[in-house]
């Protein structure tokens, strides 16, 4: 069938669809009426328009094919009185019942990763057109429906089921279809329908119509019959299909008095009993009541054994309302050997009693007692548990084919007319071959020991509080309930722990990594918990414990690395990468109080980033992976799920540091890890736990913390000399992490080693600590290969030039506000507190000294700087109460606060802010000074200013800047040249041009 053909039949489809649910709807309604097309984009607002119906229903379906085109496309499920969706705006008629499965995500589980990272396995976001209609379409096959929808359909991500009505019905009787839908989905699960759509102001999709949420996948009919349905018929049935229980068998039944039989403690008996009593009294109770009865009080009178009925037998006949002492004999009897016990609670059957809100509440209830004594007191045998099972006590039938088991119930045995015995039985449990294996457990202190089951490819840990109702809900066949029948689940549970237990031992841990002598926690010997999502650099890292290598390729490696490693930087990096891998030993130990973050900052293309890349990432991670700004937003959480690992985080050009993790990542800087609650032990995380420090390159730093800053190392490369090796980059670069691959190998020995290794622990110590650590360790690997390390020539030179924290704003703001009111205007021209700092007329400094003075400032150098001194006094013209900083004296958290002399205020508390440093004359300007006058003075510190060492500059040039400080004449400017170079103080390699001479 063409595209052309095919698309007019689906219009016609269509058509057909629309003019079978609003006809009968709209016969008893003489005035106009409307369908609504509301359309949902996922950036915009919902488009609706209104077609007058029958006659604009062509215009309503094109208009729907072109909406489609960008956004999805819904109709109203009620013919609408005026251009409104609102409920109010809704004719009261319709004439289909509509059931709306979301397949995908309700029953297979499927979501987005992006709201939930535990959909990482079933992500809804990458589903297919094709792989989305068969999961749905075998789901329909399969769902067994008590009565033939007359239209269904696949709408992307689930299906829409339509039963057409021979006469219309009102809002009141859809809503008892809703609270059908309500109960099954509180209750069994066997329809999973949306209970949102029974509101006549409700929208559907547009059938055939292309869901446009995630990938786009076309709609398509899966069932049309041409049928009808009266509606007493449909939602007959269904009641049926759900086990559905009217409101009255509710256990918030409200308390009444009831007659005292001996031996009865009323308040000990739970509502619904007492309900059901009620019922009975008036001939209003089912046979599933009469079986609860019938449990309940020969449980409560300890009647299993069968020897006296005569107290329950008076219960019954005190509340009947047509007693027949031989039909209920015959009943008691039936229960020595059923043990049914339904319920209409949903609570109190005898398998459910040890979690039944009542029994738990008022500790006499019969049903727990029975249930605690008679199944749990005593441990069974696999044989024994076997022979209840398939005996006279379970009933059940076992089959297995190819490692695939089925146990059947029997549910029915009785003798027909031609003296044939029918025995009826259904599916109760259908399940692969289980696997039962122990389970260590690491949590980063202890190897906590227990149990897993493996069944139906789902994983079970048996020390779980509901280890048993996830048995259940894996090994139970189809989507009937399971109530009834857990006393039987509970003797296969039993058999199968039995059973299936094996030898072996599964190591899962949270996170990798050296911890002591006795927890070294690597691949392959221990895995990541199964939820744990597999990105690149895990992987990387886990396959790496699967490369092989020789001691000759180890070696020849550790000499790369020594002609690689020929600048500070690259040493400080590695020296700092080894340390890291005993970070959380040194720290859980107390043997260090602090083990800081490195951030490497830099102009781009210095090769920062790439030897932090070579020299951690590739070395101990074989992986070439950075983390970025997303890792580090919202509320830790993303971040908590990247500890996998017991090493650095590496960032690149980290821009900011979110004030939410500032806590977070000053308090893993002291201590091992920063937890709010421990582990479970099947992995699950119950709280937040961060044990990586953070490892930063970036060009431009926002640190809003100053204590963070104090918990960093933070060199500058720009700084420091560094040293172009690119041909042992490149050659170290696919061969590095073998190196990584033999230290893994060897943690043992190298733990040993660092363990006697002598150093002050104190926090003031701790940055050079970390970087003796990681020398000590790369001098044990060098010399293992006889090689020698070369170690860094100096600690690291902490430089905080490209980060920016909050003193230097404070700092620009306080400058900026005296320099805007510190001034002083001569001749035209205007000085502030820098002129003061370069030698001014003695008039203009006096001024400006004052002024400062008269607000409580002073300048003071000290220790070759200049400082501006701050007393409280100078708060009122200092503009930094934006920043918070209610007074002068709080700024002691940035720079020193201490007595000081103020010229006119004696002494006072003053904060010492840096200005500048005070750079001294040169010497030569001094003797410069006495052999010549202002003007050659002039001159030769412009000379300082513009020519560096070992450098010439043209003499033009010269005269320019000279002529910028003071008005001179060329000729002027020459000789002056000429005088210093007479003297030496220059030279003159080429002419017109000058060279400083060093003296």
Partial sequence: ?????????????????????????????????????????????????????????????????????????????????EHKGTKDATFDNISIIPIDIDVLKDVLNYGDPKKDEKFLEKDITKITDLEAHKLVEDYYKNLNLPIKPTFSFFTGHGIQLYYLLENSITEEELLKFKKLIEFDNKNNYIVNGDSNIYDLARVLRIPFSDNKKYISKKGRVLEINDVKYDYNAVINQFKNYVNYKDNVLNENYEERDFKSIEEINWDYVPPCVKKALELRKNGEANRDIQLFLRAFFMMIFNQVQGEDVSKTLSIFKEYSNNFNEDLTLRSLEEWFNSRRAPTNCMNCPIQECS??????????????????????????????????????????????????????????????????????TRSLAYFTKPKLVNKHFFDLHDVLKGKELEINKEFIDIFDDYAFYDFVEVAKSGNGGHQKYLYEYDLIYKWILKKFEVDECKKVTKSYGYFDKSHIILPNEWELPRKTAMLHYKRDFIKLFNEKYTEEDIKDIVKHLKLYLQDDVSKWILEYTMASVFRYYFLSNRKIDMFPNLIVTGLHAQGKSARVRLLFSKLLLNSEYQYGEAVTQGTGIRLEEEQWVNLPMLFDELKEIPKKLEGMIKRIGTGAEDVTQRYRRDGEWNG????????????????????????????DIDDIKTVNTIDEYRWLYDKIHLLGRWIYDNLGMIGEQIENLK????????????????RAILGAVFHNFGESYIQSSDYPVENYSAVNTPDKAIRKCIIESVRRNIKYTINGQTYDIYDVMYDPEPTVKSNIEKQLRAHGMDLK???????????????????????????????KAYWDYKTTAIKGRGKVKAIWMPLQKAEPKNKHSKNIEVEYNDTTVTVYETILENVDENDNVKIDIIIEKVKEYIQIEDNEVLLAIKNLNYKSYIS????????????
């Fill in 988 to 999: 003159q390699p080429r002419v017109g041009e000058v060279h400083v001479c060093i003296k």
């Fill in 759 to 774: 150093f002050s622990g104190d926090r003031e110590k701790a940055k050079e600590n970390v970087i003796k650590i990681g």
């Fill in 355 to 424: 979690t039944c809100w009542l029994a738990n509440k008022k500790k006499g209830n019969p049903l727990k007692a029975y249930y605690v004594k008679k199944i749990n007191a005593e441990e069974k045998s696999v044989d024994e548990l076997e022979a209840l099972m398939l005996g006279n006590v379970g009933k059940l039938e076992m089959e297995c084919f190819r490692g695939i088991y089925n146990i059947n119930k029997e549910t029915e045995r009785r003798t027909n007319s031609d003296g044939e015995e029918i025995v009826r």
């Fill in 861 to 891: 150098e000290r220790d070759g700087a200049i400082y501006l001194v701050l007393s409280k006094d100078a708060y009122d013209i200092l503009d930094i109460d934006k920043y918070n900083v209610a007074e002068v004296g709080k700024l």
């Fill in 688 to 715: 937040s736990s961060v044990i990586r420090p953070l490892l930063i390159t970036t060009n431009d730093l926002n640190v809003n913390d100053m204590a963070l800053i104090s918990r960093c190392i933070i060199v």
């Fill in 1 to 81: 069938m063409g595209k052309k053909e095919r698309k007019i039949e689906l219009s016609n489809t269509v058509n057909v669809f629309f003019r079978s649910v609003f006809d009968v709807a709209s016969k008893n309604i003489d005035e106009d009426k409307f369908i609504e097309l509301r359309a949902f984009n996922s950036n915009g607002k919902p488009v609706q328009k209104y077609f007058k119906y029958p006659n604009e229903l062509p215009k309503f379906l094109a208009e729907s094919v072109t909406l489609n085109n960008l956004m999805s496309v819904y109709y109203g499920i009620g013919l609408r009185k």
